[in-house]
């Protein structure tokens, strides 16, 4: 085994192009071996192996700086560089993220979860270089589905006009985790199928010798080639119009033709765009066949393709479903989209309405400006869309719908703790910024059934802006619709108030259980909305057990507990003891929900654990 050896890319570095080729194929093994185990993001990482291997041959990730764009696919850059051993705890808590991590090791350049940012991260990389007159080469890795961005632009847009020596490698698959959508993937579409103009370029280069003096000519004669190229080869790429040397289209899986470009790219010390085609899940048929589903996938069987754990329904369905039979029945509601089709629930919706229903591409910002738009003029815009991501579009939010009062309608899934993806993906801020913005609903179903009615209340009752968040994963025990009341009680109680949202009211009312065998009466809240607040509810309760506890799953600062404490001391009034349960300043790490929520004390014996501490 090659792999074994490989300790360091110093190790990469020293192998002979056949056990290259060999290391590559044992990589693909160790691949489909592992994230069969632990799950994990495979199809991305298959599709990159000879491109990382072949990065690793070029470069020096010790001092050169790779940026990885999102960074799901930087597993085979983990495996090269010393983290081999640590595959079986990708993912889970206390283990190997599956995202880059400069904490883990000194090979990972920056932290990466969210898309399109790479070329702006790189560029003020190579700027920070050139200043501090130090001399490394800087490369953003970005897919084809994070250029839909448009952050990604104004990266592109500054760094080639800049001059300063940068490589861009674009790892183009034709898919975003659905296919990729856009006038860009068009464009790289035709791009694609025009490999003669690398070769054209390759000769060209070839012809002119490896020299020193050649290079120099090489660079030089730059406005030369480009006249000649546009004479061959009429149409320009959108990245020479926009001041980058452009090489490709290359193949990603022809490892001597990857390292020729990247040796080449380096060499030009200048901005440069690398145009690598490759195909996702390369290798592993079931991969292949089904890229989407590969993505990121839970733990399954390598010989079948199929995932281990039974599907079980959840929020995101059930979301699907119901917007498909709201849509149905009102021709205005259109869904949106920004790349998650199949993780918000919407292929239903997608198949059933194509023609109201919107792939934006990774573009948040967009989708909720392109909604704004589409509420002023009589549709009612439903974006589904990731609590995290929506973070793009905090502007948007308040510029372009709040100071309109549009109705415009957010659908945030993975509200809250989300499990292995860990620190970039927890939508730990939507239930402190949402509820800020002038206007705004903000509606929190605990389970199924109240999602589907707070969902047709969102479209059909309430006006202006509204959002329904909901988890990632499944309901719990409580399944009972609990009205349409702002604040409802579950349980009396006379000894303390324990409020909260969303499906931790489970752990809430097994804590109240609990308590009540401990013999203290606890009093159960929960919070269908939280924005706009009802007070009245909340006063009677704590006033009356003059104790209060609030369970979150969102950051301290902001939270619904400091707001409803804030209420009161406005109404000149403090309950004698307040307990905020929440994830505080940090930044929560990844592992199961479950065990996220144990070490923060937000399970039910964690209540419990607070409250007879407090209280006894
Ligand atoms: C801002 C943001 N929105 C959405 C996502 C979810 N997401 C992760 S990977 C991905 C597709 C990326 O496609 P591409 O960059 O082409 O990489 P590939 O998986 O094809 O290798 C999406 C939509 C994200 N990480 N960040
Ligand atoms: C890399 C990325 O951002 C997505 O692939 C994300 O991991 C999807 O998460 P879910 O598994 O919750 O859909
Ligand atoms: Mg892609």
């Not at 079986?88 to 350049?109: C, I, M, N, Q, V």
């Not at 490896?210 to 030089?220: C, D, I, P, T």
């Not at 079931?286 to 754990?309: C, N, R, S, W, Y």
Request: aromatic share 8%.
């Amino acid at each position: 085994m090659i792999l074994e050896k490989i300790h360091s890319p110093a190790d990469v570095k020293a192998l002979s192009r056949e056990e290259t080729e060999r290391l590559c194929v044992e990589l693909r093994r160790f691949l489909v071996d592992q994230v069969s185990k632990t799950g994990g993001h495979l199809a991305s990482n298959l599709g990159a192996v000879e491109l990382t291997v072949a990065l690793h041959r070029v470069f020096d990730t010790a001092s050169d700086r790779l940026v990885f764009d999102v960074g799901h696919q930087c597993y085979v850059h983990k495996a090269l560089t010393g983290r081999q051993e640590l595959f079986s705890t990708l993912r889970t808590f206390g283990g190997l993220s599956g995202f880059p991590k400069p904490y883990e090791s000194g090979h990972d350049a920056f932290i990466a979860g969210h898309a399109s940012n790479s070329v702006s991260v790189a560029l003020g990389m190579a700027r920070a270089r050139t200043l501090l007159k130090e001399n490394y080469t800087v490369i953003a890795l970005i897919g084809d589905g994070a250029l839909t961005g448009g952050l990604a632009y104004e990266g592109l847009n500054n760094a080639g006009e800049s001059g300063e020596p940068l490589i861009v490698i674009l790892n183009d698959n034709g898919m975003s985790i659905n296919p990729n959508v856009g006038a860009m993937s068009n464009h790289l579409s035709r791009l694609r199928t025009r490999p003669g103009y690398y070769h054209f370029k390759k000769w060209y280069r070839n012809a002119l010798g490896n020299s020193e003096f050649g290079m120099k000519v090489y660079r030089f004669n730059h406005r030369i080639k480009t006249a000649v190229k546009k004479t061959l080869w009429p149409g320009s790429t959108l990245f020479e119009d926009m001041g980058f040397t452009y090489l490709g289209p290359v193949d990603g899986h022809n490892l001597d033709r990857l390292c020729h470009v990247l040796q080449w790219a380096k060499e030009l010390n200048r901005p440069v765009v690398v145009h690598v085609n490759t195909i996702k899940g390369k290798g592993y048929p079931f991969a292949e066949q089904d890229p989407g589903k590969f993505h990121g996938i839970a733990p399954f069987d390598p010989e079948t393709g199929l995932v281990k754990k039974k599907e079980i329904n959840s929020f995101s369905h059930v979301f699907g479903n119901a917007l498909t039979e709201y849509a149905q029945r009102d021709g205005r509601v259109c869904a949106i989209t920004a790349a998650m089709e199949d993780g918000t629930g919407l292929h239903h919706f997608a198949k059933t309405l194509p023609e109201r229903f919107f792939d934006v591409g990774i573009a948040e910002g967009h989708a909720v400006s392109m909604a704004a738009g589409m509420a002023k003029q009589g549709l009612i815009p439903v974006f589904a869309v990731y609590s995290s991501f929506l973070q793009r579009s905090y502007d948007m939010l308040i510029h372009d719908v709040a100071l309109s009062n549009l109705h415009v309608v957010l659908a945030v899934d993975r509200a809250g703790l989300v499990g292995a993806d860990g620190e970039t993906h927890h939508g730990s801020l939507d239930a402190l910024f949402l509820p800020e913005i002038p206007n705004m609903t903000v509606l929190c179903p605990s389970n199924y059934a109240e999602l589907r009615k707070m969902l047709e209340q969102a479209l059909f009752e309430i006006e202006g802006p509204v959002a329904v968040r909901y988890p990632r994963g499944g309901e719990g025990a409580y399944r009972d619709d609990s009205g349409s009341a702002p604040i409802v009680c579950l349980r009396p109680g006379t000894d303390i108030t324990l409020v909260s949202y969303g499906t931790l009211i489970n752990n809430v009312l097994e804590a109240a259980e609990e308590l009540e065998r401990q013999g203290i009466s606890a009093q159960v809240l929960k919070l269908n909305c939280i924005a706009p607040m009802e007070k009245g509810c909340l006063m009677r309760s704590v006033r009356a057990t003059r104790r209060l506890l609030v369970v979150e799953d969102s950051f301290g600062a902001g939270c619904v507990g400091q707001r409803i404490a804030a209420m009161m001391a406005e109404e000149g009034w403090a309950p004698e003891k307040l307990i905020l349960k929440n994830l505080g300043k940090t930044i929560a790490p990844q592992g199961t929900v479950a065990e996220l929520q144990r070490s923060y004390g937000l399970d039910a014996r964690g209540i419990v654990e607070s409250v007879l501490e407090e209280c006894r």
